[in-house]
């Protein structure tokens, strides 16, 4: 999802996105195809902190939440979009939000956004091709779902497969 809110910021024209991320892969595709800065945190790249006007969480990691907090500059918004375990809670210092005066959002399931994505695709200002690294069967399809399918990113499952 990350990957996908790089390139709708980028078409709504915000001119700065970065992006942070463990995998090498997916974070140098996105730097080569849509210009972006990215950060490998598990390389030890550390998102700089009072930096950012908006940042998106898109993972739904305690961790990652602190960290969006963190980047925040004074006036920022926040957009907790990552899907945390209902039961996880992250630390948040209350006096942060207060002095940085940030809006902090959580998003759940919009079913009202399709008309904007398909107009999006449309006007090719945003292109997922570049993030699907895998076209699967039908028959696969239950390999992927159950973890016997590695290294799969984004994948397009070809329904006219039928053998």
Same mark, same amino acid.
């Given at each position: ?18 992006? =942070? ?36 969480? =898109? ?8 960290? =969006? ?11 907790? +979009? ?25 998003? +759940?399931?919009?079913?009202?956004? +399709?008309?904007?994505?398909?107009? #999006? #695709? ?15 069967? #039908?028959?696969? !399809?239950?390999? +992927? ?6 290294? !799969? ?8 497969? #039928?053998?």
């Amino acid at each position: 999802m990350g990957e996908l809110f790089v390139q709708t910021l980028k078409a709504m024209g915000v001119h700065q996105v970065d992006l =942070a991320g463990i995998s090498e892969e997916k974070l140098k595709l996105n730097h080569d195809h849509f210009g972006v800065t990215t950060f490998n945190t598990a390389q030890g790249n550390k998102i700089p902190n009072n930096a950012y006007d908006i940042v998106v969480e =898109a993972v739904g990691n305690p961790v990652t939440q602190e960290e =969006a907090i963190a980047a925040t500059r004074r006036g920022a918004q926040v957009l907790m +979009f990552g899907v945390a375990n209902p039961k996880s809670q992250f630390k948040i210092n209350s006096y942060e939000i207060y002095q940085k005066q940030l809006t902090i959002q959580g998003s +759940f399931i919009n079913p009202y956004c +399709f008309e904007d994505v398909i107009g #999006l #695709l449309e006007a090719h200002k945003v292109d997922v091709l570049p993030l699907i690294s895998h076209e699967l069967s #039908l028959g696969e !399809v239950e390999q +992927f779902t159950s973890g016997k399918l590695k290294d !799969v990113s984004k994948a397009v499952v070809k329904v006219n497969d #039928l053998k």
